[in-house]
T-cell receptor
Framework: GEDVEQSLFLSVREGDSSVINCTYTDSSSTYLYWYKQEPGAGLQLLTY?????DMKQDQRLTVLLNKKDKHLSLRIADTQTGDSAIYFCAEREGSQGNLIFGKGTKLSVKP | DVKVTQSSRYLVKRTGEKVFLECVQDMDHENMFWYRQDPGLGLRLIYFSYDVKMKEKGDIPEGYSVSREKKERFSLILESASTNQTSMYLC??????????FGQGTRLTVV
């Protein structure tokens, strides 16, 4: 079946850039998403990218998509302690349009 | 703003009890989803629904059922709760061309 892989943990210092990586398997994915989950809360959409794009920038967030390698990344510039959360990569699979989630990357930001 | 509301943030139930988790969305979305989230396992799809009275099994439907009598409401039912169903349950909704919007989650403990 379809699969989305991402590393489970990332630790950075405040002010540094964070890069969270993700790989997916469904080459027919139309949209790819990044969701953020703060402790005890549901998931909140951070940003998304359409599969015919290779980059999208939104303030401190940059999404890069390498469709050939099925690799997606999220870069957070000037990472702040408030960015500490779990970040989920998700692909919208081609057949039924359901979202397939990775296991989430827990980002810890040290002061 | 889209709102997806789950009826409870925290629930404690006894083994063998019948448990209802309710989810309501206010944006007339066609699709609704129930996931469970467990440490190290990410989000796993339990059931989803494309329309009123329609339901489809996700990846882990065993021990669960669902009900969608009205478009705005999607209920998850644990017929006989067991301790291995202790988890965070997340409801989501979307229409055909939008991202998924999540509720705040229900943390269920089965004792």
């Amino acid at each position: 079946g379809e699969d989305v892989e991402q590393s489970l943990f990332l630790s950075v210092r405040e002010g540094d850039s964070s890069v969270i990586n993700c790989t997916y398997t469904d080459s027919s994915s139309t949209y790819l998403y990044w969701y953020k989950q703060e402790p005890g809360a549901g998931l909140q959409l951070l940003t998304y990218i359409f599969s015919n794009m290779d980059m999208k920038q939104d303030q401190r967030l940059t999404v890069l998509l390498n469709k050939k390698d099925k690799h997606l990344s999220l870069r957070i510039a000037d990472t702040q302690t408030g960015d500490s959360a779990i970040y989920f990569c998700a692909e919208r699979e081609g057949s039924q349009g359901n979202l397939i989630f990775g296991k989430g990357t827990k980002l810890s930001v040290k002061p | 703003d889209v709102k997806v509301t789950q009826s409870s943030r925290y629930l404690v139930k006894r083994t063998g009890e019948k448990v209802f988790l309710e989810c309501v969305q206010d944006m007339d979305h066609e699709n609704m989803f129930w996931y469970r989230q467990d440490p190290g396992l990410g989000l796993r799809l339990i059931y989803f629904s494309y329309d009123v009275k329609m339901k489809e099994k996700g990846d882990i439907p065993e021990g669960y059922s669902v009900s969608r009598e009205k478009k705005e409401r999607f209920s998850l039912i644990l017929e006989s709760a067991s301790t291995n169903q202790t988890s965070m349950y997340l409801c989501a909704s979307r229409s055909l061309n939008t991202e998924a919007f999540f509720g705040q989650g229900t943390r269920l403990t089965v004792v």
